[in-house]
């Protein structure tokens, strides 16, 4: 595994809403996002993480939306483009634009849908691996993707592949967390991928967290990872309690009709357009969530 500098790919690194205006992509509104992020002390982004509704985005949608986010933030904080697909040519052409657009790592998802064997896995890191210099983040969610990744999968791949140095690990699994620290070592990369467990997961010795809620409360996430990562559990378990509704409200429906109804309600964003087979949130859970925010001291 190749060494990255102590600060490099670490803390808080959101996976940014897509916003659409009348069904197109609003590349100034995601700027604008972006700048949001910086501006509240985020460590990193994700462009095109499964917040960002990819699966909805064209390639050339993808493309640009990593285009603009290297433009944007401009080397102040890095961007990790999300380059994984159902399709392994479609994550070649996707990963392969992500290195010359300049991104800083990429965080490429297990093949959805497929259901393909860990020795399939192994091969399908590892030809990717060949393709790129750029770090590279396995993305770990089975409630998606139905597939899991075990430890022995995960060795093969290291040892195919120097520059895979993590995983987004968005599943309750603290075994395999543990297990991955133990043979990779405090070094690797494992950024927390369910809200609710960024607190403890952090404690155990996760690096960071790709946290939807940071979309809304940047600041407060960001500190959270600061307070663990210094040493401060007493204050970092004072804001997994504080943010503990909002991180159980991303999941009120599908992510991210909640999380863009509460960033339109709070003027983060102009509309909470979504495309099909997605929709925007019915007015019984804008009340739900109206309460949660509430609760929260935001409205």
Same mark, same amino acid.
């Given at each position: 595994?190749?060494?990255?500098?102590?600060?490099?790919?670490?803390?808080?690194?959101?996976?940014?809403?897509?916003?659409?205006?009348?069904?197109?992509?609003?590349?100034?509104?995601?700027?604008?996002?972006?700048?949001?992020?910086?501006?509240?002390?985020?460590?990193?982004?994700? @462009?095109?993480?499964?917040?960002?509704?990819?699966?909805?985005?064209?390639?050339?949608?993808?493309?640009?939306?990593?285009?603009?986010?290297?433009?944007?933030?401009?080397?102040?904080?890095?961007?990790?483009?999300?380059?994984?697909?159902?399709?392994?040519?479609?994550?070649?052409?996707?990963?392969?634009?992500?290195?010359?657009?300049?991104?800083?790592?990429?965080?490429?998802?297990?093949?959805?849908?497929?259901? $393909?064997?860990?020795?399939?896995?192994?091969?399908?890191?590892?030809?990717?691996?060949?393709?790129?210099?750029?770090?590279?983040?396995?993305?770990?969610?089975?409630?998606?993707?139905?597939?899991? @990744?075990?430890?022995?999968?995960? /060795?093969?791949?290291?040892?195919?592949? $120097?520059?895979?140095?993590?995983?987004?690990?968005?599943?309750?699994?603290?075994?395999?967390?543990?297990?991955?620290?133990?043979?990779?070592?405090?070094?690797?990369?494992?950024?927390?991928?369910?809200? /609710?467990?960024?607190?403890?997961?952090?404690?155990?010795?996760?690096?960071?967290?790709?946290?939807?809620?940071?979309?809304?409360? $940047?600041?407060?996430?960001?500190?959270?990872?600061?307070? @663990?990562?210094?040493?401060?559990?007493?204050?970092?378990?004072?804001?997994?309690? /504080?943010?503990?509704?909002?991180?159980?409200?991303?999941?009120?429906?599908?992510?991210?009709?909640?999380?863009?109804?509460?960033?339109?309600?709070?003027?983060?964003?102009?509309?909470?357009?979504?495309?099909?087979?997605?929709?925007?949130?019915?007015?019984?859970?804008?009340?739900?969530?109206?309460?949660?925010?509430?609760?929260?001291?935001?409205?």
């Amino acid at each position: 595994m190749i060494e990255l500098a102590p600060n490099q790919l670490i803390g808080s690194a959101p996976p940014i809403v897509t916003p659409f205006l009348n069904g197109a992509v609003d590349y100034d509104a995601y700027a604008r996002l972006l700048e949001f992020q910086i501006a509240n002390g985020t460590h990193g982004v994700v @462009v095109n993480g499964t917040t960002s509704e990819p699966s909805t985005l064209t390639l050339d949608e993808r493309n640009r939306l990593v285009d603009v986010a290297v433009q944007v933030c401009g080397g102040r904080i890095p961007v990790i483009a999300a380059t994984g697909s159902q399709s392994h040519a479609e994550t070649v052409m996707l990963t392969e634009h992500a290195q010359r657009a300049g991104a800083d790592a990429l965080l490429i998802v297990t093949p959805y849908y497929i259901r $393909p064997p860990q020795r399939g896995l192994v091969a399908y890191y590892t030809d990717l691996g060949k393709r790129t210099n750029l770090p590279l983040l396995i993305y770990h969610i089975p409630g998606r993707t139905a597939v899991s @990744v075990e430890l022995a999968t995960l /060795e093969s791949i290291a040892e195919a592949v $120097p520059h895979f140095i993590g995983i987004k690990h968005a599943v309750n699994d603290f075994a395999l967390l543990t297990q991955m620290l133990a043979r990779f070592g405090a070094d690797f990369r494992i950024f927390v991928g369910l809200e /609710e467990f960024t607190f403890p997961m952090m404690a155990l010795g996760a690096v960071g967290t790709m946290n939807a809620v940071a979309n809304l409360v $940047p600041a407060k996430i960001a500190a959270l990872c600061n307070a @663990v990562r210094n040493g401060d559990l007493a204050g970092g378990r004072a804001l997994h309690f /504080e943010l503990h509704e909002l991180s159980l409200a991303v999941f009120f429906d599908t992510n991210p009709i909640p999380m863009k109804y509460m960033m339109r309600r709070l003027g983060v964003l102009k509309t909470n357009e979504h495309r099909l087979p997605m929709l925007p949130a019915t007015p019984e859970l804008e009340r739900r969530l109206d309460d949660v925010l509430q609760r929260a001291g935001l409205l």
